[in-house]
């Protein structure tokens, strides 16, 4: 294996307050890091940096881990140009909108929804995203959700069996029946291609006891269980994110106090999804109140069609800070560590020996410029798994 250190790193983020300032973000000034392979093999002072095979200058500029987006939903085809513009027109945001893209992902073939998938991904890329979780979700038949997945998983590990995005409209009239259907045919059919289990618990989707159902199906066919709570009212998703030990509870829009407590004493890392406020005029969450609290927070874009047409993580990140009450520290932090998290990683999120050789080159001094100059593309160069993929 060949060896590349990158070096005059001015700002380099680790996440391990081991190898740093002693902070969450582990700041090392005028930094080299070592890959050799898929992996970190050092970090340090650029001065100190051990001979390489190769030498990438990194000339002052900043290097943060490689961003884990751990909320998306890319596998659909079409668009919803007319129901955004509407929306920005004074409609408001209802979750029946999915249905649209139900339609238009059903008649779509497998190499449309693939490529629609690759072309996401690679947009994201270019952003500096290093590893994406995506999601089925917009079939809701058996043969659907089950190719949904199997596309999923042609361009990613972390795929996420959403049959419970909402109730399929071929069940109109029997949501129960539907429930069954997910908890069942569809279940068996798609656990195999899928890590995870996910379930719109919301007014209008399906509630606390439809979403228990299907999140202890799904955890007794060995798939890991988030879900989607709280975005559009106060419910019980939060709640039943940390009693069933979910990795995530995705949104978290509307909390009550016993929602961030249980929250900042669980295991459930709450992801934030500013994407989607900012599409639908929502309310933004409140990060502050859970970083208070002791919460793990995650931000990620929620990439789809409907509520949240964004791959990048930057501008997340610029609007967790703007408008969410987090520092640009706490932003990236939860963009790479936060997300790694989400998916119970610990190789992905991190610059430190031993972990994946995920780097993100920024044309800025520092990692602050994420929030400072937001929609300036600002990704020079980008490592996924010790390779330059930017």
Request: proline share 5%.
């Amino acid at each position: 294996m060949t060896s590349t250190a990158v070096t005059h790193i001015a700002n380099l983020v680790t996440n391990d307050p081991s190898l740093g300032n002693r902070a969450p973000l582990g700041l090392i000034q005028d930094a080299a890091v070592v890959i050799e392979g898929d992996r970190v093999v050092w970090t340090g002072e650029s001065s100190k940096a051990p001979a390489t095979d190769n030498v990438l200058d990194a000339a002052g500029r900043a290097v943060v881990p490689g961003f884990v987006d751990s909320h998306s939903h890319l596998v659909f085809a079409g668009d919803r140009t007319e129901e955004f513009n509407a929306r920005m027109s004074g409609q408001p945001y209802r979750a029946g909108g999915i249905r649209t893209t139900v339609a238009a992902t059903r008649a779509a073939s497998d190499d449309e929804l693939s490529a629609n998938v690759a072309r996401y991904l690679a947009e994201a890329l270019r952003q500096g995203t290093t590893t994406l979780e995506t999601k089925s979700g917009y079939g809701l038949t058996v043969e659907d959700e089950a190719r949904a997945l199997r596309i999923a998983g042609r361009h990613t590990d972390e795929v996420t069996y959403l049959g419970a995005h909402i109730v399929s409209p071929d069940y109109a009239d029997d949501p129960a029946g539907y429930v069954d259907l997910v908890t069942g045919p569809m279940l068996d059919a798609c656990a195999p291609h899928a890590r995870w289990i996910d379930v719109f618990c919301e007014q209008g989707a399906f509630d606390g006891d439809q979403a228990r159902a299907v999140l202890t199906a799904g955890r007794a066919k060995g798939l890991h269980p988030r879900i989607h709570a709280n975005q559009l009212s106060y419910g019980p998703g939060v709640q039943l994110a940390v009693e069933l030990d979910a990795a995530s509870a995705d949104h978290c829009t509307h909390l009550t106090d016993a929602d961030v407590d249980a929250l900042g004493q669980g295991n459930t890392v709450a992801t934030l999804l500013p994407g989607a406020e900012f599409s639908t005029r929502a309310e933004w969450p409140d990060a502050r109140r859970l970083l208070d609290a002791g919460a793990t927070v995650a931000l990620s874009t929620d990439c789809n069609p409907g509520s949240s047409f964004t791959s990048s993580v930057p501008f997340c990140i610029a609007l967790a800070v703007r408008d969410m009450g987090m520092t640009p520290d706490e932003a990236i932090w939860s963009a790479t560590a936060g997300g790694a998290a989400a998916l119970r990683r610990t190789d992905i999120g991190r610059i430190a020996p031993g972990a994946r050789a995920d780097l993100v080159l920024l044309d800025a001094p520092s990692h602050v410029h994420l929030a400072y100059r937001p929609g300036v593309p600002l990704v020079s160069a980008v490592w996924r798994g010790g390779r330059r993929v930017v």
